[in-house]
């Protein structure tokens, strides 16, 4: 399993690093909110930049994959795991603040987003409301552009702080962020350290009804109560991945655990003990129905973490 692959001398370099905390030979499936992947042979987090930075350094020395596990909200971790370390920013990175009482919030990219959302109810900050009911950290919202209907990240986002691979510190203002569907470019191997957001003064009581307006829609809409990562493939332009999938029949369909939620057709929810293979043949089925059906190539919007579907 990938997960024991770690080479011995960068093992011990890992376990001594100044401000870094480890978990080692850990399953990632209580990682991610789909409840499903394999081992990882390290998971580090930092509790402060400097042990960010010496951590990236050492891995980097020693050309070691590493990734940033957010909440692991957006991922399919494949049932062989990864070589490649996890480092989480949850411990280090979380705090959040008001620097301009006009309505710019700093926070760090491990903040979960339902902390973030709640400060800004506190502050009568308003804008960040399409957030609610969007689990996972800010980190992982920025990489991925969350959002809805109702708004994105790139909305609201006025600046990030990386790290770049380098270990030079980078500030990028909105004007230099390439934000897309679903994505926020950046540079190689960068790690999203925390953002400026630019948001709105408003009453608390209008936040709140808003808030409380789009969890219900959510509730009407979508699984909550199963395990997923919530919707697995890219709506294609003019139309919606889940509309094409319980067109072609999918919607209930069942793979070992895994299955095409009758609720939602584009969520796949974990009925208890589903594999990454069992979801992977769920999406390969999914892309193949609705290509012969509707020549409408399916896109991934969850992320594969992993090389191996089938080990
Ligand atoms: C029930 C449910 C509902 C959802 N609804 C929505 C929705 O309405 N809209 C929507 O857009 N998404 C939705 N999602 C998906 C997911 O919640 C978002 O994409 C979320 O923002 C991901 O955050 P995360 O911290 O969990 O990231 P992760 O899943 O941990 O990571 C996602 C990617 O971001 C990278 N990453 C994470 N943090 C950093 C960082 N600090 N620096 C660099 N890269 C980083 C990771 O390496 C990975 O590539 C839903 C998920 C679930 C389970």
Not at 169 to 196: C, H, I
């Amino acid at each position: 399993m990938w997960g024991m692959t770690l080479d011995p001398q960068l093992k011990k370099q890992l376990q001594h690093l100044d401000g870094v905390e480890a978990d080692w030979d850990i399953i990632l499936a209580g990682h991610t909110s789909l409840r499903v992947g394999g081992p990882v042979s390290c998971l580090l987090r930092p509790l402060d930049l400097a042990g960010l930075q010496t951590a990236v350094q050492v891995l980097n020395q020693k050309h070691h994959p590493y990734f940033i596990l957010g909440r692991g909200t957006n991922l399919l971790v494949q049932d062989g795991g990864t070589k490649a370390v996890a480092i989480s920013l949850e411990k280090g990175f979380s705090q959040v603040e008001c620097i301009d009482p006009t309505g710019r919030v700093k926070a760090g990219a491990g903040l979960r987003l339902s902390r973030l959302l709640r400060f800004c109810l506190q502050q009568g900050l308003s804008g960040l409301e399409f957030i609610a009911g969007i689990p996972g950290s800010l980190g992982g919202a920025l990489r991925m552009n969350a959002g809805t209907h109702a708004g994105k990240m790139a909305d609201v986002c006025e600046a990030v702080y990386l790290l770049l691979s380098d270990g030079t510190l980078k500030k990028l203002m909105r004007t230099k962020l390439s934000f897309s569907y679903r994505r926020l470019e950046l540079p190689p191997a960068a790690v999203v350290l925390g953002a400026e957001l630019l948001l709105t003064p408003s009453s608390r009581e209008q936040i709140r009804q808003r808030i409380r307006s789009l969890l219900e829609v959510r509730k009407e809409k979508q699984p909550w109560q199963l395990p997923s990562a919530g919707s697995v493939f890219k709506n294609p332009p003019g139309d919606f991945a889940g509309r094409l999938i319980e067109a072609v029949g999918l919607k209930g369909v069942r793979i070992g655990d895994a299955q095409i939620s009758p609720k939602h057709a584009n969520f796949i929810v974990n009925r208890g003990r589903a594999r990454a293979s069992d979801v992977h043949a769920l999406i390969q089925l999914a892309q193949e129905k609705v290509s012969e059906e509707f020549g409408v190539q399916l896109e991934l919007e969850i992320e594969v973490v992993g090389n191996n579907y089938n080990s």
